[in-house]
């Protein structure tokens, strides 16, 4: 039997569909927010007291230095807190795990996209509970 014109024209919009429907749901499965992604729950279970020890425990590559060398050394990673600068990783000493709600780490592209330049060693992304 021939799928026909309207056929060909729907098979992609079902597979796309049927692609992120499973993507999706995946990634909210399980109690890990992934790579890229701290959540609130796992922040409870941490036996830290700072939002720095849980990072470096949980995700420590997001504290690393890294992209192109410079004459000055690896770029750093930069915080943000509620979408405002804060500086290097040593900010997240400041923070206690009871108030974020979740941290997320944009890699360096990402983030000069959302930020602009001088943040290509990626962004550690932090949202409170305020």
């Known amino acids: 039997m ?10 992609p919009a079902v597979f796309v569909t ?8 995946s990634a909210s499965q399980g109690r ?3 790579r ?12 830290e007291r700072n939002l720095f020890d849980a990072v470096q425990r949980l995700r ?11 004459a000055l050394g690896h770029v750093p990673v930069v915080v943000y807190v509620d979408g405002m600068r804060r500086g290097g990783v040593d900010a997240l000493s400041s923070l206690r795990l009871d108030e974020v709600t979740e941290i997320r780490f944009l890699d360096g592209p990402d983030a000069t996209t959302r930020y602009g330049i001088n943040v290509g060693g990626g962004v550690i992304e932090v949202v409170t509970k305020r």
Request: charged fraction near 15%.
């Open 2 to 11: 021939p799928i026909g014109r309207l056929g060909v024209l729907l098979l």
């Open 18 to 25: 049927t692609s992120c429907a499973t993507s999706t749901q």
């Open 32 to 34: 890990s927010g992934g």
């Open 36 to 47: 890229y992604l701290i959540t609130a729950e796992e922040l409870a279970a941490a036996p």
């Open 60 to 70: 420590p590559n997001w504290l690393r230095p890294r992209g192109t060398e410079t």
